[in-house]
């Protein structure tokens, strides 16, 4: 998908009140694996509209963010000015920062519209301290493998999609793979792996959204990963 195609979600997207998979499951559970932030440099690496960034700002992180859409970034601005320092920039390609820059990247529900994560984790490797730590979230990929038709789990396949919001339908296209293969593009990167985790949604997602919390609690929807540059 290109910047114009995320421009246009960023409208919806901002329009959205709560969400379930966001702000019920995907970002508390994302933040939690970051630890604890506190005086810690830190990238959000296709921050979105910076809620994310919110979080960890609160946490006492010094937080930089990049997107590749400038409406995304528009959204954050307006809600954090410079409080942070925001950029724009294409995950699949090198990176305005410096060598070991920063203590920790969250690249949250962004990896998954990238083909190849060659650029994207060598360049994580490249902007971590030494013992700093990524976490990633993106999507699982058993939950795409159904989608994708289910016939093989172990292609790297194109999936076009149509998510419905409450203000009109996205149409996306993203990228499954295996686990297999997220392993080994970590591990060609020089990254190592801290955790792999299958979260649960916030206990307050069943009252609020019991059709979501039903399938959050019974099916994987999104994958955690936090790697570590080796010290
Ligand atoms: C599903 S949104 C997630 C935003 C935010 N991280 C969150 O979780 O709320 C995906 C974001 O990834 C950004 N994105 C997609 N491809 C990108 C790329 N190649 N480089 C940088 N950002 C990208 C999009 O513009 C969008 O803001």
Redesign the pocket.
């Known amino acids: ?1 290109t ?1 114009t195609d ?1 421009d246009k ?2 409208k919806i ?1 901002d329009a959205e009140k709560i969400s379930p998979w ?1 702000d019920l499951y ?2 508390p559970n994302s933040t939690e694996l970051m630890g604890d932030v506190n005086g810690l440099t830190v990238l ?6 910076g ?2 960034c919110a979080d960890l700002l609160a946490k006492g992180a010094k937080m930089h963010g ?4 400038e409406k ?1 970034l528009a959204i954050a601005k307006d809600m954090l000015g410079d409080q942070i320092n925001f950029k724009t ?4 390609e090198k990176l305005p920062y410096q060598d070991a820059q920063f203590d920790r990247i969250l ?4 990896m998954h ?2 083909k190849d994560w060659t650029t994207p984790l060598s360049e994580f490797y490249r902007l971590l301290k030494p013992g700093g730590k990524v976490v990633i ?1 993106t999507h699982h990929p058993f939950m795409d493998h159904a989608l994708a038709g289910g016939e093989d789990y172990f292609a790297h396949t194109l999936i076009e999609d149509s998510w419905k919001k409450p203000d009109g339908t996205l149409y996306v296209r993203y990228w499954r793979r295996p686990l297999t293969q997220m392993i080994e593009e970590i591990k060609n990167a020089g990254l190592e792996i801290d955790l792999i985790k299958e979260p649960m949604p916030l206990p307050e997602t069943q009252k609020q959204f019991p059709d979501a919390y039903q399938k959050l609690t019974t099916q994987p929807r999104f994958i955690f990963l936090v790697l570590k540059k080796p010290d």
């Open positions: 998908m910047a995320f979600l960023a997207y966001n995907e970002r959000d690496a296709g921050c979105g509209g809620k994310h990049f997107d590749l859409s995304m920039a294409n995950l699949a690249c949250a529900l962004a519209y990238v979230s």
